[in-house]
């Protein structure tokens, strides 16, 4: 591997880091062609394929899965590759040449399992065949579009033993875990257990870890995001951001702006988060939100250095009367210190206008946000049902729209429950009916 030469730039390492884990999927599927082949020579019909993981246990098959031991090939050679992979990182960074992943995991203190996990998160992101290899390895089957890693596929290809693979999974579920930090998402509805869930890297991190010469200093906001705000995986776009069309113009002439200074007002639910998110997606830059309601006074001045500090592209700051209001205890100078000087994209939502001092207001950009129309609201029915609901015709969705004058908030709480309450099965009216009644809603749809 060339172990006394440092890596020409990102792109150079995440070749070598995948053609490791290539490798490593190839024994993976070799073996677990094998175990295919020594269950077909005992199974008799298609039960004893489908309960082949019960039967194992009390015959005697010659060929076991890979899953039982480690792959072969991770044993002593991935020693002297990992040796060999440590010695080009330290020649790299004394080269000032920036490796995304290896920073990453130097920042956030990862475990070497935490980065080869990120690794098979992110490798379908460059290569289609690493999610057909995933899918192949999960289900026995080949699938061109492939699949997301499982937790459980996971732990069986990167620990080599049970007691790995318990301390892995601690690790994933801890407090502490790239799951609860929003590094790595569980896509939803993929499982119904933890084992099954398909992991999902976060966008975020996805351009940082993929680019040529990532920022070096990128990975650090993370670690102030730990304690007081939050890191939002959702995305927005502004086709799915459901606004009167001059306001989406307004939002979009204002944030082009370098070093923008929005107060987004609006009651509850309206989507003035919503809209913040919509602006951080079309930026392509991460969002960060922190609720001031959450945070005590006590600890206002450390929240504001670490905010500071940690250099985010894009925040959003709920619940801003209690940092812009009269009677805020907040450090006036510190806080004006910040909104100088940070170079972030810095929104704020509050209920009311007049809950924010005059001096704050005359720095900031004010966006009224009202509840939507019975045109718009519409709109926010058919983005929440986009396979529509058996049964509602236009008629029923007009006069829906027209006679509930409901916020999106509300609208997308009902989509949500209606979504549950159908599980797998095609949404039907009463499904929606029910969810209706369920949030206190009195309309008869039929």
């Not at 990182?89 to 995991?105: D, E, F, H, N, V």
């Not at 997301?148 to 069986?156: G, H, M, Q, S």
């Not at 729209?401 to 039907?428: C, F, H, M, N, V």
């Amino acid at each position: 591997m060339g172990s006394g030469i440092p890596f020409a730039n990102n792109w150079a390492y995440l070749e070598t880091e995948l053609s490791w884990l290539e490798r490593l999927l190839l024994v993976a599927v070799s073996q677990q062609r094998k175990h295919l082949k020594s269950v077909n020579q005992v199974a008799k019909n298609a039960s004893d394929k489908a309960t082949s993981d019960w039967w194992q246990g009390l015959i005697a098959v010659k060929k076991r899965a890979y899953d039982d031991t480690a792959p072969k090939s991770s044993d002593k050679p991935s020693l002297g590759y990992q040796k060999a992979l440590d010695k080009r990182i330290l020649l790299s960074r004394a080269s000032k040449i920036s490796l995304g992943l290896p920073t990453m995991q130097m920042v956030l203190g990862l475990s070497l399992f935490e980065k080869k996990l990120v690794l098979m998160a992110l490798a379908p992101e460059v290569q289609v065949r690493y999610g057909r290899l995933y899918h192949y390895l999960q289900t026995g089957t080949n699938c061109a579009v492939g699949a997301l890693p499982t937790v459980e596929l996971a732990l069986r290809l990167l620990c080599r033993n049970d007691v790995e693979r318990r301390r892995a999974r601690a690790r994933l579920s801890g407090e502490n875990s790239l799951i609860k930090r929003q590094v790595l998402q569980c896509v939803e509805g993929s499982s119904a257990t933890f084992l099954g869930s398909q992991i999902q890297l976060a966008p975020a991190w996805v351009e940082y870890l993929l680019a040529e010469n990532p920022d070096p200093s990128w990975p650090l906001q993370f670690i102030a995001a730990d304690r007081f705000s939050q890191l939002c995986r959702e995305r927005v776009t502004w086709q799915e951001l459901v606004l009167a069309d001059e306001l989406k113009q307004w939002l979009q002439s204002v944030i082009a702006q370098p070093k923008s200074r929005l107060l987004l007002v609006g009651e509850p639910g309206v989507g003035k988060e919503r809209s913040a998110i919509a602006l951080a997606t079309h930026l392509k830059q991460s969002l960060h939100i922190l609720d001031l309601a959450q945070v005590s006074p006590q600890d206002w001045s450390t929240c504001l250095t670490e905010l500071d500090q940690a250099k985010y592209p894009v925040i959003l700051i709920k619940a801003a009367h209690y940092w812009l209001g009269r009677n805020s205890a907040i450090d006036v100078a510190a806080l004006q210190q910040w909104l100088t000087k940070s170079s972030a994209q810095i929104v704020f939502i509050v209920r009311n206008r007049h809950l924010i001092r005059h001096q704050w207001r005359q720095q900031l950009t004010t966006i009224d946000i009202p509840r939507p129309d019975a045109e718009l609201r519409l709109q926010l029915w058919q983005h929440t049902f986009p396979n529509g609901v058996k049964s509602m015709g236009q008629v029923r969705w007009t006069a829906l729209a027209e006679g509930l004058a409901l916020s999106p908030g509300q609208i997308i709480a009902i989509g949500r429950g209606t979504q549950q309450l159908a599980g797998g099965e095609a949404i039907t009216i009463d499904h929606l009916q029910q969810a209706l009644n369920q949030q206190g809603q009195a309309w008869k749809l039929r």
